[in-house]
């Protein structure tokens, strides 16, 4: 079960009393994403309550939509400490320049997750805003008693999408049986706080400076430096997709089409899903839906439920045909093409 520190006032919230855990939940959002974020904080109320602290990271200065939601969930906070946050992005700036180009990745303050790490929970999961909480996370926390890190992901598999395998170095930093094994997606997983002190980040800069850095993927935001922080260290981690029997493990990601949906929660095979994850439907798509487009994307009914769980009357009536999914992204994909050719569209 999750344990409970003696209540406190959260010092960075002075304006409203909130209890602080010694476990809770942690996400990044800005206002691009609102919709994912209040669709995320509806599961997590209707699986674990109204009273889990979750803290919300900032992506970058477009928080606005999200402070006033807030204000009406006692359990939710904006996280504010400006130290830590500089330290983060000091890093990040240090580690990895080229994924803090806002005009060539999106996820440009991804890696400000990473202030989960500081604080303000003892234990804590992360989940991206474009999650959805489907099932009870005590299971998780309890792993966090013998491990440092948990994941429930199947990234292992794919290790393209973490590190530059092409690299010769690769395999004179991790051996080939940790990058098979070892490697997750930073959509989801459990650690502890104070697990990368000041001494801890500057080992792992000056490896990355000394030349290691050429292994990370080149394509993504943090998740390469976040596997590359994890491994590095030696850090004793747990990967539930990796470990668990087949008859017991789940999916966790929409591009699965073959989950049951039964009473607003997902199955896998009869087994319960830990959470799902709408990874590779943009925010920009998820904005249209909600503004009455009819854009049919995987499971985007049991989005739709979470998204306006609060607001029923205010979920989109749908009175045109739907549009597929898979020919909306084509048409954006042409288009930024289009763009980066300076094609007028």
């Known amino acids: ?74 359990n939710v906070f904006v996280y504010e400490d400006s130290a830590s946050i500089q330290r983060w992005d000091e890093f990040m700036q240090a580690a990895a320049p080229e994924r803090l180009n806002r005009q060539k990745f999106r996820l440009y303050g991804a890696h400000r997750r990473f202030c989960a790490f500081d604080g303000p929970f003892e234990k804590f999961i992360y989940m991206d805003a474009d999650t959805l909480l489907m099932n009870s996370l005590d299971g998780v926390f309890e792993k966090l008693e013998e491990s440092d890190f948990v994941v429930y992901d199947f990234q292992f598999l794919f290790p393209t999408k973490v590190y530059n395998i092409k690299s010769p170095k690769l395999v004179e930093v991790f051996e080939p049986n940790r990058i098979d094994s070892e490697v997750f997606c930073s959509g989801f997983y459990a650690s502890k706080q104070g697990l990368f002190e000041q001494n801890t980040r500057e080992w792992l800069l000056a490896q990355l400076q000394s030349g290691e850095a050429e292994i990370l993927y080149a394509g993504a935001g943090e998740q390469p430096l976040l596997n590359y922080m994890v491994m590095k260290t030696g850090m004793n981690s747990y990967n ?33 899903l830990t959470y799902i994850h709408y990874i590779g439907v943009p925010p920009d798509l998820i904005r249209r839906v909600c503004s009455g487009e009819n854009i049919e994307f995987p499971y985007g009914d049991l989005f739709l439920h979470y998204r306006y769980l609060r607001e029923p009357e205010r979920r989109p009536v749908f009175r045109e045909p739907p549009k597929s999914y898979t020919e909306v992204s084509r048409s954006n994909l042409l288009t930024r093409v289009l763009r980066r050719l300076r094609i007028n569209v």
């Open 1 to 74: 079960m999750i344990r409970r520190l003696k209540p406190q006032l959260h010092k960075q919230s002075p304006r409203n009393a909130r209890l602080i855990d010694m476990n809770g939940i942690c996400t990044l959002a800005n206002d691009t994403v609102y919709d994912q974020l209040i669709a995320l904080l509806n599961s997590i109320e209707v699986i674990l309550g109204s009273n889990i602290p979750v803290c919300i990271y900032p992506f970058d200065e477009q928080i606005e939509q999200i402070k006033a939601e807030v204000v009406n969930r006692p």
């Open 240 to 272: 539930f997709a990796y470990s668990l029997p087949d008859g017991e493990k789940t999916g966790c990601s929409v591009t699965s089409q073959h989950f049951e949906e039964r009473d607003n929660i997902l199955y896998d095979k009869g087994n319960r």
